[in-house]
């Protein structure tokens, strides 16, 4: 299962975020028998409106979401690439997630203590984005001086290896993330065994507080992120509230929604959240749905119908003959893989289709 980090300075609410996340939106680990166990590490549910339609006009017994798994990262500090705090350690945490959720503080809030004494999201953007930077470049060097000692010697890989470093190291120098730049399928290959930090897809989540929830991207905060990111990156941005995540499961349902009319907004913010950040893992949801059950399955952005048929079961995608499918909003309107059929609206799909996000899935397969 793939997963993502929240990383962000102490204090900036990223334990709250967690623990709320992953009580509001925990996800039944006995379905998804990949996912890791550990204090830090949650599984949460992708919220997905389709799934309860389809579980509706199937009428099924049981509905099971898309889920992701999320990391608390905690500590990560200036000077952190120097081995400071907890530094190497946490670092080491970041390479191994698959996508990082910067956590930026937009609240104020003299109460809670900010480590470097005042409120400023995009200084603390930047301390992050050094840290980061600084422990890319020390891998970028390990890896040049490995080049130039002759490690790799007749590898016909070496010298654009040894090209795609410099350029590395070139964006780093101008200060900006690995991610943002444009990088041929090649290079991404070879700089993938680096697992360089600033080459994450990275998601920034402003976290305000819940009175300036209404007040959306006008809040200055966050207006300043925007600004900041504008310049650096197409990066995309959530803004949420923590503090609200945590209260919210206290409350009973009917009070919630009135509290967050009594805030002006229709929602929390994390539904936003949990579903960039599925897109921002490169992922993408089909259905299977009967009586049974109702489930959203997870495949990578481009996968072809007989990988989509593995994530179900490995024998599906060996005896795969082919998939019949409609597209969420067709299964919609006519309402059963039956009516759809007599309607002529029933694709059959081979092996060569790339599956959509949405697609409601019956394999045929040989076992
Ligand atoms: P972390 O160090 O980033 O994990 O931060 P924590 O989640 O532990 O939060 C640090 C402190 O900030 C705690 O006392 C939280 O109650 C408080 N806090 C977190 N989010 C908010 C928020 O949105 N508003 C306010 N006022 N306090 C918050």
Redesign the pocket.
């Known amino acids: 299962m793939l997963r993502a980090g929240i990383v962000?300075l102490?204090?900036?609410?990223?334990?709250?975020l967690f623990n709320a996340l992953t009580k509001s939106h925990k996800a039944e680990t006995a379905n998804y028998p990949f996912c890791t166990i550990a204090p830090n590490v949650g599984v949460v549910e992708v919220p997905d409106p389709r799934l309860g339609r389809l579980a509706e006009l199937s009428r099924s017994r049981r509905v099971i979401p898309a889920a992701i798994e999320l990391v608390d990262i905690?500590g990560l500090v200036a000077g952190a690439s120097q081995g400071e705090g907890l530094g190497n350690q946490f670092l080491a945490h970041i390479r191994e997630v698959d996508a990082i959720i910067h956590l930026v503080r937009c609240?104020t809030?003299p109460e809670?203590h900010h480590v470097a004494g005042s409120v400023d999201p995009v200084r603390d953007i930047e301390v992050i984005h050094t840290e980061l930077a600084l422990a890319d470049l020390a891998t970028l060097d390990r890896q040049r001086e490995k080049k130039q000692r002759g490690n790799g010697h007749g590898d016909p890989r070496t010298p654009v290896l040894q090209g795609c470093i410099e350029k590395a190291r070139a964006i780093l120098d101008r200060g900006m993330p690995l991610f943002s730049e444009r990088w041929t399928q090649e290079e991404k290959a070879l700089l993938r065994a680096f697992q360089l930090l600033t080459m994450k897809p990275t998601l920034y989540a402003c976290?305000v507080?819940e009175e300036a929830l209404c007040q959306g991207a006008k809040n200055p905060l966050v207006e300043a992120v925007v600004r900041f990111l504008e310049d650096r990156s197409d990066s995309a941005l959530v803004i949420l509230?923590?503090?609200l995540e945590a209260e919210l499961p206290t409350l009973l349902p009917e009070e919630r929604e009135s509290y967050l009319q009594v805030l002006g907004v229709s929602e929390s913010g994390v539904t936003s959240l949990i579903q960039a950040t599925y897109r921002l893992l490169g992922l993408r949801t089909f259905f299977t749905s009967g009586e049974k059950e109702t489930r959203a399955w997870t495949i990578r952005a481009g996968d072809r119908a007989p990988q989509a048929a593995g994530v179900i079961h490995s024998d599906f995608e060996r005896g795969f003959i082919a998939a019949e499918c409609a597209s969420f909003g067709e299964m919609e309107r006519l309402g059963s893989f039956a009516r759809l059929r007599e309607a002529g609206r029933l694709r059959v799909e081979g092996k060569d289709y790339v599956v959509e996000d949405g697609d409601v899935i019956e394999f045929r397969f040989n076992v």
């Open positions: 962000g102490p204090n900036v609410g990223k334990s709250t905690a609240f809030g809670v976290n507080a509230s923590s503090q």
